[in-house]
């Protein structure tokens, strides 16, 4: 199971922290990845890590804002979103696959077998 925290309302400029807390498996073991969905559009892969290197990959449109990351001590996942545009509001999403997708499938959906509920982030202009 996964369980997202740490959404909300944020200015233009702002940052936010989103949580993931997993339960049942072991986050090591996992290829990880935050994924938004935007009013009306599909779901954007946005941010993996590696669970064979610990790399980690970015869409485009987050690059140099975005960081994610883990704590395997504590089983969580994070993403540090840093210099927010409205264009960022979404429900975000993590997930995690037992398998490490190949690289042209990080940011995609289709791998990742489990998912948190989704947590909703609002960047007002």
């Known amino acids: 199971q996964l369980v997202e925290s740490g959404g909300g309302l944020v200015q233009t400029g702002g940052s936010l922290r989103l949580s993931c807390a997993a339960s049942?498996?072991?986050?090591?073991?996992?290829?990880i990845g935050w994924f938004r969905q935007a009013p009306g559009e599909e779901r954007e892969g946005i941010a993996s890590i590696s669970s064979e290197d610990g790399s980690t990959l970015y869409a485009d449109s987050v690059k140099g804002r975005f960081t994610i990351s883990r704590d395997i001590t504590n089983n969580m996942m994070y993403l540090q979103m840093n210099s927010l545009k409205p264009e960022d509001t979404a429900v975000y999403f993590c997930?995690?696959?037992?398998?490490?997708?190949?690289?042209?499938?990080?940011?995609?959906?289709?791998?990742?077998?489990?998912w948190g509920q989704g947590i909703l982030v609002i960047v007002s202009a």
């Open positions: 049942g498996f072991t986050l090591d073991d996992y290829a």
């Open positions: 997930a995690a696959d037992p398998a490490e997708p190949s690289p042209d499938y990080r940011l995609e959906q289709g791998p990742y077998d489990y």
